[in-house]
């Protein structure tokens, strides 16, 4: 699928869950935000058609998200549904990692080829105050479990504040080199200010090369992160949703009053 402005629009980030076990202070409140309702969430059999669908148009490129996607219950039937998608070629998944000493092993035998685990210190009080409930060796433990299940590549998503010369930032860097895996460096975004970087170490955040579409865990196709645009698949069905947010896909990023990073997926 080409776009108006001549991009070749290849990946599809699917939000599976707006729930997070995490309240990190960059994405949400400490009182967490308000959810949405149960039934509006896509059923495994809905997000598996649509990944069919946006596969058979072009998409290459599936990543899963939240929220955090390994709290929805029942994730590795999707997991196996999509990996089994004929033309697919690069399938992942982001975590913020805590529960995937528990998954990895799981994920890989599913068929899913890679992970982005969430990484932003290696101070363990400065991680809890950061998610205000997490505990960093939960992380790293996931981590260890990824290598084991060999989700190669590993990616490490960094945030910073500015730069990658902040002293956490530094750290992780540290840890990713001794352990082989890739760190990214995404600098803190406001949706509601409209202000966000490309991603060191990966592509996001270039609008000129912008090759992506989400859809969130209530069936809303978004051509951008920072633009209020969607379309639904329920009322529009998935091919016209698809077609209208390729078609209306904004030249680059604006704002995005509407929603927080946990129902878009980031
Ligand atoms: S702001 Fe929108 S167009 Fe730009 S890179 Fe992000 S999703 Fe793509």
């Not at 939240?66 to 999509?82: M, Q």
Request: with cysteine; net charge positive; glycine share 8%.
């Amino acid at each position: 699928m080409l776009d108006k402005y001549n991009r070749k629009i290849t990946y599809l980030r699917i939000s599976v869950t707006d729930r997070c076990n995490f309240r990190c202070t960059y994405c949400m409140p400490a009182e967490g935000v308000k959810l949405m309702k149960h039934d509006d969430i896509l059923s495994f059999d809905e997000i598996v058609d649509i990944a069919e669908q946006a596969v058979s148009m072009g998409v290459r490129k599936i990543r899963i998200t939240g929220g955090e996607p390994l709290v929805r219950r029942g994730i590795i039937y999707l997991i196996e549904k999509i990996a089994k998608i004929k033309g697919l070629e690069d399938f992942g998944l982001t975590t913020n990692g805590v529960l995937l000493s528990g998954y990895a092993e799981k994920l890989a035998k599913a068929g899913l080829h890679r992970v982005n685990i969430s990484l932003d210190t290696l101070n363990p009080e400065k991680f809890r105050k950061l998610t205000r409930v997490g505990k960093l060796e939960d992380v790293l433990k996931g981590i260890e479990a990824a290598k084991k299940a060999k989700l190669f590549p590993i990616k490490i998503n960094c945030v910073i504040k500015e730069n990658q010369n902040e002293a956490d930032a530094v750290e992780v860097a540290k840890f990713c080199k001794k352990n082989s895996l890739k760190i990214r460096y995404i600098r803190e975004m406001d949706l509601e200010k409209g202000t966000f970087w490309r991603v060191k170490g990966g592509d996001g955040g270039e609008c000129s090369i912008c090759n992506r579409l989400r859809l969130t865990s209530n069936g809303k196709i978004r051509p951008c992160l920072f633009s209020e645009l969607e379309y639904d698949v329920r009322k529009l069905g998935v091919k016209k949703a698809l077609m209208f947010a390729v078609g209306n896909k904004p030249k680059a990023g604006t704002v995005n009053k509407l929603l927080n990073f946990n129902d878009i997926g980031g």
